[in-house]
């Protein structure tokens, strides 16, 4: 049982790694422009077959792929965030969740009509393969999801701490009226940031369809996923939503070989109404920090 | 007296006319009948059938199956002249894969489309709340994807399963692992099902099996059909150092499984799951090709590309020319939604009508009727007792019958070879 124990933390961390990588594009958006893009589990999917198509007709490695797959979802967030979030100007919050529903919806639609509903999944050698260390076998592909998500995940980072225009994202964040007072195009910013969150997808697209079978109507059970991660993680705190990934694929499954599968998302509800209840702001989130 | 004579004369010239009249009246109506005997109307209306199917959720990929398989039976009844010489008109709607928006569609279809007949949905799951609206309306509900025990524990009197009841799907792969010899026969076996009514059936059945044949469980485990994360599950099975897997599942979880036991280099000496590879290349995609399918094995309810079977040929040649593709790759639920438009037409042509009454009674008439599954016969509560389960495998890239013997195309591997 110990032996099990370990290998379900193990699992957990790396796994959690992937769902961090997911969740940080959704609580990046949120912290910067205020509206819940419920659109961020079609984007990974739609990431996903962007990478599958890649694969499937140019043969071109899955990981390798991100190379083309990134820019042109961050290019299409640059064009959902004009054409769809800027003309919010009241109520954003409440209203971004039906325009970015009808996104999801959108984007389900053109892949269903182009892929149809059959599952697929991506390949590559590290998909299947795995290494022993110690009595215990890695599999690669959760090994090079995990680094992906630290590679990206540090790289934003950077971008955040590191750069003029992460001081200017920063400043939306905190206080968006203040930081257009003080000269700071903060339509740019959103607009920018939310194309980071949308090539952050499709990434994370990579990751999950590598690891689980999907099709276009996938995204439902993930943007639930991904929305109780960011929620317990805190709206708007990427440290939040690495701790919170983690700690839900690590409770998840040693809940699952020590109890069983089917507590294993209560156990998991239990603690994040319990943590809720203490803390209503989630893990790192700010508690009425964003009202001016 | 001349007084006298007009009066008598005014009274002849009334009662001949009334005569007349009356006479003309006759004459007139009998022209009438006679007209209206020779040209009764023909009904040439189109007899509308509707159903609920999932094209987004959870089945989509079955709904859209069990669509084809609806429309080739259309296709195939209107070429053939209708039904009661009627053309057939299907009228399916979208439902999500969801519980709720099945029954709103059911009671759309029968009070506000006015559908003659109605066809079942897929899964178990919708079944049943979708039967109870049908029941409500006095519908017979024929379905080919509802075979879960608990949709016949509900006193329902109008419900019937082309299909081989669920539960016993799994029993041809637990009479062949009997027949091993006693050097072979496994003694311990790992079982991991959904908590859904399609699947855990089957594996409880072969667990009381294999059970009462002294071979033991060495883990069980049932997890919640939202469950993504299949790893520490597969993880539990693979401790458990079972020599036999048994899985309720559906396309998505047996392919994680198989993905978890190729990592961690656990070979299994058998593997049967009650779907998922019966999902042809579509199941080969997502293992990664053929060489893993090698000796996995699925349980099957009668059906496949080759059977001889009532319109079986017609329909996989129809379907090829509609669809495309190669006939492994058909899906069995295509033949499941056929068979249930067999079923019906040949009640309704018993009968000479669409009164659902009439095709309810008919149906639990006790008469047998053939389909592209087999042939079908209901039992009071609405299961088919004439299905017979057959056990199949992978063998070199093809998905074949291998037990039991007479439907058999080749010898059953035993035991699986180890992951490529």
Redesign the interface.
């Known amino acids: 049982m110990a032996?099990?124990i370990i290998?379900?933390v193990i699992?957990g961390i790396l796994?959690g790694g992937v769902y961090a990588l997911m969740s940080s594009g959704l609580t990046l958006i949120f912290g910067v422009m205020e509206i819940i893009n419920i659109a961020q589990g079609a984007l990974v999917i739609l990431g996903a077959y962007l990478s599958f198509w890649l694969q499937d007709n140019f043969h071109i490695d899955i990981l390798v792929g991100l190379l083309i797959t990134m820019p042109i979802m961050f290019m299409l967030g640059l064009l959902i965030e004009v054409a769809f979030i800027r003309p919010l100007k009241r109520n954003r919050t409440m209203l971004s969740i039906l325009v970015t529903f009808a996104i999801a919806m959108i984007i389900?639609g053109v892949l269903?009509r182009q892929a149809?509903?059959?599952?697929?999944?991506l390949?590559a050698w590290y998909?299947?393969?795995?290494f022993k260390i110690g009595g215990f076998?890695l599999?690669y592909i959760y090994i090079f999801g995990f680094l992906l998500s630290v590679v990206l995940l540090s790289g934003l980072y950077v971008l955040l701490y590191r750069t003029k225009f992460g001081y200017s994202l920063r400043a939306s964040m905190q206080n968006r009226t203040a930081a257009e007072l003080i000269g700071i195009d903060v339509e740019r910013v959103s607009a920018i940031t939310f194309g980071i969150g949308v090539a952050l997808a499709a990434a994370g697209g990579v990751a999950f369809g590598a690891?689980?079978?999907f099709?276009?109507?996938s995204h439902?059970?993930?943007i639930s996923?991904l929305l109780v991660i960011i929620v317990l993680g805190g709206l708007g705190s990427l440290r939040g939503a690495l701790v919170a990934s983690v700690a839900l694929?690590v409770i998840?499954?040693?809940t699952?070989?020590v109890w069983?599968?089917?507590w294993?998302?209560t156990v998991f509800f239990m603690i994040l109404v319990i943590t809720l209840l203490v803390r209503p702001q989630g893990l790192f989130g700010q508690l009425e920090g964003r009202k001016q | 007296m001349i007084r006298q004579y007009f009066t008598q004369l005014r009274k002849v010239l009334y009662a001949s006319a009334t005569a007349s009249l009356i006479l003309l009246f006759v004459v007139a109506c009998g022209g009438t009948s006679t007209t209206t005997t020779t040209s009764t109307p023909v009904n040439t209306t189109p007899i509308k059938i509707g159903a609920s199917l999932s094209?987004?959720?959870?089945f989509?990929?079955d709904?859209?199956a069990f669509q084809q398989g609806y429309e080739l039976w259309a296709k195939d009844i209107n070429k053939a002249g209708g039904l009661l010489g009627r053309l057939v008109q299907l009228d399916i709607v979208n439902d999500n894969s969801s519980p709720d928006q099945v029954q709103t569609n059911y009671q759309t279809l029968i009070t506000v489309h006015k559908d003659d007949l109605v066809f079942g949905p897929f899964s178990t799951l919708l079944t049943k709340p979708a039967s109870v609206v049908a029941s409500r309306y006095g519908y017979a509900f024929v379905e080919g994807a509802g075979g879960g025990p608990s949709v016949f524990t509900r006193g329902l009197h109008n419900i019937f399963d082309v299909s081989l009841p669920v539960a016993n799907n799994l029993v041809a792969f637990t009479h062949y692992i009997q027949t091993l010899p006693s050097s072979q026969r496994p003694t311990s076996v790992a079982y991991a099902t959904e908590?859904d009514p399609f699947t855990q059936p089957q594996v409880d059945t072969a667990k009381t099996l294999f059970e009462q044949e002294g071979i033991k469980t060495a883990s069980y485990?049932?997890?919640?059909a939202?469950?993504?994360?299949y790893?520490?599950?597969a993880?539990?099975m693979i401790?458990s150092g079972a020599q036999v897997v048994v899985v309720g599942t559906l396309?998505?979880d047996v392919?994680?499984f198989i993905?978890r036991f190729?990592?961690?280099?656990f070979n299994p000496q058998a593997l049967i799951a009650t779907a998922g590879p019966d999902q042809g290349s579509?199941f080969l995609?997502?293992i990664?090709g053929t060489q893993s399918a090698e000796a996995i094995m699925v349980p099957n309810g009668g059906w496949f590309p080759q059977a001889n079977t009532p319109g079986n040929a017609q329909m996989v040649q129809e379907y090829l020319a509609t669809y495309g593709g190669n006939a492994a790759d058909i899906s069995s639920d295509v033949a499941e939604g056929y068979s249930v438009g067999q079923v019906v037409a040949q009640a309704v042509t018993n009968i000479k009508s669409i009164d659902n009454a009439k095709l309810i009674a008919e149906l639990h008439a006790g008469h047998t009727y053939q389909t592209v599954q087999g042939p079908v016969k209901f039992d009071d509560t609405g299961q088919n007792i004439a299905a017979t389960a057959y056990l199949f495998q992978w063998q070199s890239g093809s998905l074949i019958p291998v037990y039991p013997a007479n439907v058999a195309t080749a010898q059953p591997v035993y035991p699986k070879p180890n992951w490529p």
């Open positions: 032996n099990l290998e379900a699992t796994t389900e269903t149809g509903a059959t599952y697929v999944q390949n998909v299947t393969a795995s076998y599999p690891t689980n079978l099709n276009p109507n439902y059970d993930l996923r694929l998840g499954d040693v699952a070989v069983s599968p089917v294993s998302s | 094209f987004s959720g959870d989509s990929a709904g859209m908590d485990q049932v997890y919640p939202e469950t993504t994360d790893n520490p599950i993880d539990k401790a396309l998505p392919s994680a993905q190729k990592q961690q280099h579509q995609k997502a990664g």
